[in-house]
């Protein structure tokens, strides 16, 4: 099993810009797809983004144009570059293979877009 270790979240006011990285404990990028996940409290876990072995990017609507998911294979990272940042951002965002393989999630990283 892959360990995916999320950071990079924090504090932002609407319109406000982050950046979170998945660092992996073995390269993977070659033979799986990675997406980025997001709970908000009261509500399931969602896909946000997704990036595939063969670099083919997708992502949930309401995040298209100011979300960026992106890899670095060499430091077997992912990243999501986020724009524009609404409350409705607000979640615990998580990193996992896409599509899941295991139903095994770390703690991901709390990102809260508040003024």
């Known amino acids: 099993q892959v360990q995916l270790v999320e950071s990079g979240g924090g504090l932002v006011q609407p319109g406000g810009s982050l950046r979170l990285s998945c660092a992996a404990s073995?390269?993977?990028?070659?033979?799986?797809?990675m997406g980025w996940y997001r709970q908000a409290p009261g509500k399931q876990r969602e896909l946000v983004a997704s990036i595939l072995a063969g670099g083919m990017t997708n992502y949930v609507a309401s995040v298209k144009g100011r979300f960026t998911i992106s890899r670095d294979s060499a430091k077997n990272t992912v990243y999501l570059q986020m724009a524009s940042l609404k409350p409705e951002d607000t979640a615990v965002y998580y990193c996992?293979?896409?599509?899941?393989?295991?139903?095994?999630w770390g703690q991901g990283t709390q990102v809260t877009v508040s003024s």
């Open positions: 073995l390269s993977i990028f070659s033979s799986y797809g």
């Open positions: 996992n293979r896409y599509p899941v393989a295991f139903d095994s």
